[in-house]
């Protein structure tokens, strides 16, 4: 047992407790750091790991939904949290919910349990670089830690709020209404799609923007919101639509320097989207970032014309969430550039949600064991989501505005043959190819013993 090579991981939320599970699973002890019951983030106030502290629904658990497909490749792969998750799950139609309770106390038991896995109930504030260490310390990673974060990826290079604006499918966009330019013709075209509005549609538009619901926000994130909302790109579309009906007209729905090509003038005001990737599958809507609920976005942002029927990848978000600027910080391993023992995992890397924070502690925790051992690394595919993940965290797309990403078809492998069909029958496509590189991966980790 004492030649049995060891490594560190910091945090017992999903990504920490998967990558400490894998890393367990190639037999390597860990060492595992939670700063719960002694201290408590704002969020959190069981004392068992995992806690799912907003819905106890893992969401959609169909292969043509890119969060389904991820799951499936998670189960395939040996995943502790999809394990539990199976294990207490509860009605909830296509979506995977879960009794939070059993969830957190199932993970809890098989993590305490296990006889590679040493569980130190405190906080650590520092990283040593000289040692694999796992750091999973979640969007509300406490004070101490963040600054240790922050100076190893640079000082300002990580990031305490998230105000993200909403991504759709370039394929559902109706590019009879929408039009490819940029502003005054500067740039490549192709890098912005313009959503033209007349007067009156501007003005329905305009009303239920202003009088849409928005989602609550807990006390932490209203407190960190009011700082931020003085700086023009933090407010919340509908916060700037408020001080007035022609405000918008005069920000990020400004028509002037992009014509229409039916009318040769300027639009009454214009949606831009810009590109979010290299291969020009998602784009997201310039200044959109807001606190308007899920159905709330659906129902306003499908009155912008050409965007009738559009189908989001993600919605808006604004909210309390530490993460660092990981493209150029982070390699496809989750594993730091400038110090490679050091891994990140879960939302501090850039991926948003339940399922995808296990994704990256599965990466993390499989390589950190791998470097344990001696090991080369295992780099996923794009062809699947839990290396499209990775790759869109270590390399991000054409925006240097980098922002979180939940899994979605459109940062995976494009596929190279045309599917006819639909969105479901491409997007079945997409999940059979990525289970056959899936299955092969765990066959021939299964034949090496690795």
């Known amino acids: 047992m004492n030649d049995t090579p060891v490594i560190r991981v910091i945090g017992a939320g999903l990504a920490g407790c998967e990558a400490a599970y894998q890393a367990a699973r190639l037999g390597v002890r860990v060492e595992l750091y939670e700063m719960k019951p002694h201290k408590f983030s704002p969020a959190h106030h069981d004392p068992r790991f995992a806690e799912l502290v907003c819905s106890n629904s893992l969401r959609s658990d169909q292969l043509s939904n890119a969060v389904g497909l991820l799951k499936e490749e998670l189960r395939r792969l040996g995943s502790l949290i999809l394990e539990a998750a199976d294990r207490t799950r509860v009605p909830a139609g296509s979506a995977l919910a879960v009794n939070r309770t059993d969830f957190s106390s199932y993970i809890t038991d098989v993590i305490r349990q296990h006889p590679l896995i040493t569980v130190h109930d405190e906080e650590v504030t520092e990283i040593d670089t000289d040692r694999i260490t796992v750091v999973a310390t979640g969007p509300l ?32 966009v109706n590019t009879d209404i929408a039009f490819f330019a940029s502003r005054y013709g500067k740039g490549e075209p192709t890098d912005y799609l313009n ?29 960190l919101q009011q700082d931020l909302t003085v700086f023009e790109g933090c407010m919340p579309v509908e916060v700037m639509a408020a001080r007035g009906r022609d405000t918008l007209r005069f920000g990020p729905m400004k028509p002037v320097g992009l014509p229409c090509p039916r009318t040769g003038e300027d639009a009454y005001a214009t949606v831009q989207l810009r590109r979010e990737n290299r291969e020009g599958t998602m784009y997201n809507l310039v200044g959109f970032q807001t606190h308007l609920t899920f159905p709330e976005q659906k129902r306003v942002f499908s009155m912008i014309p050409g965007l009738e029927n559009a189908t989001f990848f993600r919605y808006g978000v604004m909210h309390r969430n530490t993460y660092m600027q990981s493209p150029g910080k982070l390699c496809a391993t989750y594993a730091m550039r400038t110090y490679p023992k050091v891994y990140f995992a879960g939302q501090m890397t850039g991926v948003e949600g339940y399922i995808e924070s296990t994704s990256s502690g599965f990466v993390a925790g499989l390589n950190a064991a791998r470097a344990a051992l001696g090991l080369s690394p ?17 390399e991000g797309g054409v925006s240097k505005d980098f922002q979180p990403m939940n899994a979605n078809f459109g940062i995976i492998a494009p596929l190279q043959q045309k599917v006819k069909g639909g969105k479901k029958a491409r997007n079945e496509v997409y999940a059979e190819r990525s289970l056959a590189v899936i299955d092969a991966f765990v066959a021939d980790a299964y034949r090496t013993n690795v």
Request: overall charge negative; hydrophobic content about 40%; some cysteine.
């Open 378 to 394: 295992a780099v996923f595919s794009p062809e699947t989501q839990i290396g499209a993940l990775a790759r869109y965290v270590s």
């Open 141 to 172: 990673t406490s004070e101490g830690m963040a600054e240790t974060v922050a100076r190893l990826t640079g000082g300002d290079e990580l990031h305490f709020f998230d105000a993200a604006a909403p991504i759709v499918d370039f394929d559902s």
């Open 195 to 223: 959503c033209p509005m007349t007067r009156e549609e501007y003005d329905r538009f305009y009303d239920a923007l202003v009088h849409a619901e928005v989602a609550p926000l807990k006390a932490f994130d209203r407190e």
